[in-house]
């Protein structure tokens, strides 16, 4: 197969340049910090393409293009302090549209507006008092006719900041329906290992060494089954099955243990900001940062 | 990576705090040290000269290549060694190389001359300042849409990245002026359209030369459809031809994804000369068969020069459409009658004189140059029912382009006076295709064999050979 064949099944990978230099790291937004907000950023997307009704490549997608365009931001182009849940909202919204399953700007708005509330937000790390026990009232996450207007010019401002950023390159392969073929050829039919290979595989989406982001989705795929075979207890081929996938074993090493370290870094942050918020909007990054600032002066 | 413990939740609460203590300690040093080297390597760059800021700008060109991370290694070190020998057995395939970056200004550009203005932008000749090539500059129609970007120019920029073929017009990238809905799109630049050649030949082209053009139209379409891409607006004045005798495929501004079984779409697509039955009859679900139908009527119009079926309107072209193939039955089309439209087609009552072949050939009368092979082709790419048309793959194996006359070599084309090098490329006269987000009109045949809605002066019942109009 020639290499073109090939692009629907890969990805645009970041550069070491971006990696080390990301737009928030030149603002003086600590690594940590830039971190937690992106991967809060990402679990937003997730929760507002679920209550869209959205398919999960979709929301796959969009938070590799909401992934990227964090590390592809520039400080001309788009002050990275700037509110992430905006960014997470565009790129859902701009991934939907491209898809066979387009939405409304209004739907995408309401909707964050729900989960962006400290009220009625099911989200950990932007309500810490919890779900609210019975389901908000719509009044409570339906944006006035104002308000909607302001909103939307914002939603689709941003959408064209995002394909600035991306060159307008909105290809995104995710490893999932990889994962599934590999695991056919594999052999590996029990549903109990597909669903976990595809549970391993939505975790990374969130995943602090940004996994999708630099490794193409055949080294996801297969590092997902390698790890579910392994906690099913099931005995894959013999021999190094992952090299038929062209994926070598340091690459798969590292992918493991990237997805390994995800169920502990995610405990990590509910302890580090339990009954916090995580900022996702800009003035709250600010504050974040000075409130750091100050106890590093007051110790 | 630890291999002792395969699954994660049950564990020691408390040995899982030192671990993660632990972990973190680790991290904290990864992290420092990463920022060490990071800034070792900014203060490196800085004394290089030329810096990150240059190529953050994206003026450089193109990109670096990717370089193996420093992270990756350090966290794999353990197992290099063992892992060395064994690399050098096993051949792994290597995906290309790809990254992202902020579109490049305008500016690059130096415009030099207006080529023509589509349906979906205006197109001009420039040149790179930076390269001195030569290039074709696009410009994105984005009027104010109430959904932000329009959907028409992402998948158009999102097909055509994808559709690197040899027979694609090649999008270099997308640049962008000051403001933000100032969008181009940088091609390649080619001397010709296939229509406004056609105009201007004195003599249609000739047999061998019709089947080079075929054979490099139906090849990108093949590569297009194999992608799940399809075009939907093939006609010659999307195909562009260079004075090397290569045609490549543009304008893929109705071009979309598509899927298996196929998903219900809008049927305004296509401009209406070469839009497909199916579509006219208002089929909500379609394949990459109307493509296939746009090929039979551009095979037609190289032919004869003139384009095929020139109607003035959807119910003209349903009728100038039977009036060639003759009209449908349930025979060589099962299921048409159940499609939106069908239900006001009036058809003749003898239609269902079957013919031998499946689907039946055209009138010999209107190729009369053609051979037993080619009208069997153009029969089958113009069969009413899609189901009947070849895919582009069959269309290529086809018996046509094997006989002789033999293709003639790209190398040995003729060259022609460019019209889009030097002035403003002809307006054609072609019809644009539908606008993205326009309502399918309710469609009303029961004229197109004479009935009486129509209003037309047509006999009643003299059947499918009637002209309206």
């Known amino acids: ?299 | 990576m630890s291999a002792s413990k395969s699954r994660w939740a049950d564990e020691d609460p408390e040995t899982e705090a030192i671990i993660a203590a632990r972990k973190r300690e680790k991290e904290e040093k990864k992290r420092a040290k990463a920022e060490k080297q990071r800034q070792l390597e900014a203060s490196k760059a800085q004394t290089d000269g030329d810096g990150n800021d240059q190529s953050r700008n994206g003026d450089s060109g193109p990109p670096m290549k990717r370089r193996r991370l420093s992270n990756d290694a350090d966290t794999n070190d353990a197992e290099v060694p063992e892992n060395a020998e064994k690399k050098k057995q096993t051949t792994l395939l290597r995906f290309p190389v790809r990254e992202w970056g902020t579109c490049r200004h305008v500016d690059n550009f130096e415009r030099l001359n207006h080529i023509e203005e589509g349906s979906y932008g205006w197109v001009s000749r420039a040149k790179d300042i930076n390269t001195g090539e030569v290039v074709a500059l696009k410009k994105l129609k984005i009027e104010n849409s109430p959904d932000g970007f329009p959907v028409t120019g992402l998948r158009e920029i999102q097909t055509l990245l994808e559709a690197r073929h040899a027979n694609v017009v090649y999008l270099r990238e997308v640049v962008m002026g000051n403001k933000m809905d100032d969008v181009y799109l940088v091609m390649d630049f080619l001397e010709h359209d296939l229509k406004a050649l056609l105009d201007e030949m004195r003599e249609p082209f000739l047999p061998s030369e019709i089947k080079t053009v075929l054979l490099q139209v139906v090849g990108g379409l093949e590569f297009l459809h194999a992608q799940w891409i399809m075009h939907r607006d093939l006609k010659t004045s999307n195909l562009l031809m260079n004075n090397r005798g290569e045609i490549k495929i543009a304008d893929f501004g109705m071009a979309r994804y598509y899927g298996d079984p196929p998903p219900k779409l809008t049927q305004l697509v296509v401009t209406l000369w070469y839009r497909a039955p199916e579509l006219l009859l208002g089929a909500e679900k379609y394949g990459p068969e109307i493509d296939m139908w746009s090929i039979g009527c551009i095979f037609g119009e190289l032919l004869t020069k003139e384009p095929l079926l020139q109607g003035k309107n959807e119910v003209d072209q349903v009728s100038k459409i039977f009036d060639l193939t003759g009209p449908p039955n349930s025979q060589i089309w099962p299921g048409f009658r159940s499609l939106p439209n069908a239900k006001s087609l009036r058809l003749p009552s003898n239609s269902s004189a079957s013919s031998s072949s499946d689907p039946p050939l055209l009138p010999r009368s209107r190729f009369p140059y053609l051979t037993n092979a080619g009208l069997g082709l153009i029969s089958e790419l113009l069969a009413l029912n899609p189901a009947s048309r070849p895919t582009a793959r069959q269309c290529l194996a086809h018996p046509y382009f094997r006989e002789d006359p033999r293709p003639k070599p790209k190398e040995i084309f003729p060259t022609f006076p460019s019209k889009a090098g030097m002035e403003k490329r002809r307006r054609h006269h072609t019809p644009e295709a539908p606008k993205h987000g326009q309502e399918a009109p309710e469609l009303d045949f029961a004229g197109v064999f004479g009935g009486a809605p129509g209003g037309d002066t047509g006999e009643v019942g003299a059947g499918f050979s009637l002209r309206l109009g």
């Not at chain 1, 645009?12 to 937004?29: E, F, K, M, R, Y």
């Not at chain 1, 590390?71 to 919204?93: F, I, K, N």
């Not at chain 1, 193409?216 to 795929?221: C, W, Y």
Request: net charge negative; proline share 5%; glycine share 6%.
């Open chain 1, 1 to 299: 197969m020639t290499a073109t064949g090939l692009k629907q099944l890969s990805n645009a990978l970041a550069t070491p340049d971006q990696l080390s230099n990301s737009s928030s790291s030149i603002d003086g937004v600590p690594s940590d910090l830039e971190t937690s907000i992106r991967v809060a950023g990402a679990q937003l997307t997730q929760t507002a393409g679920v209550l869209l009704g959205l398919s999960q490549d979709i929301i796959g997608q969009a938070i590799v293009i909401f992934t990227r365009f964090w590390l592809g931001a520039d400080g001309e182009a788009y002050e990275s302090t700037r509110p992430r849940y905006d960014v997470s909202a565009a790129a859902l919204y701009m991934t939907a549209k491209l898809s066979f399953q387009p939405t409304s700007p209004r739907s995408v708005l309401n909707v964050y507006t729900l989960l962006c509330s400290s009220d009625t937000s099911p989200l950990w790390f932007v309500n810490p008092k919890g779900a609210p026990a019975e389901a908000p009232a719509m009044e409570s996450y339906l944006l006035t006719e104002g308000e909607y207007q302001s909103a939307r010019l914002t939603l689709l401002r941003i959408e064209s900041v995002i394909l600035r950023i991306l060159s307008f390159d909105t290809h995104v392969a995710l490893p999932h329906t990889i994962a599934l073929t590999y695991l056919q050829t594999l052999g590996a039919t029990r549903p109990a290992v597909a669903r976990r290979v595809v549970e391993h595989l939505n975790a990374a989406l969130l995943s602090p060494q940004l996994l999708y982001v630099t490794h193409q989705p055949n080294a996801l795929a297969v590092a997902a089954i390698y790890l579910a075979a392994r906690e099913d207890g099931i005995k894959l081929v013999d021999g190094n099955w992952w090299e038929v996938f062209d994926v070598d074993r340091e690459e798969l090493g590292f992918l493991v243990v990237g997805m390994r370290s995800l169920e502990g870094f995610m405990r990590r942050e509910m302890e580090q900001w339990k009954n916090k918020t995580i900022p996702l909007l800009v003035d709250d990054v600010d504050s974040e940062i000075e409130r750091r600032r100050m106890m590093v002066e007051g110790e």
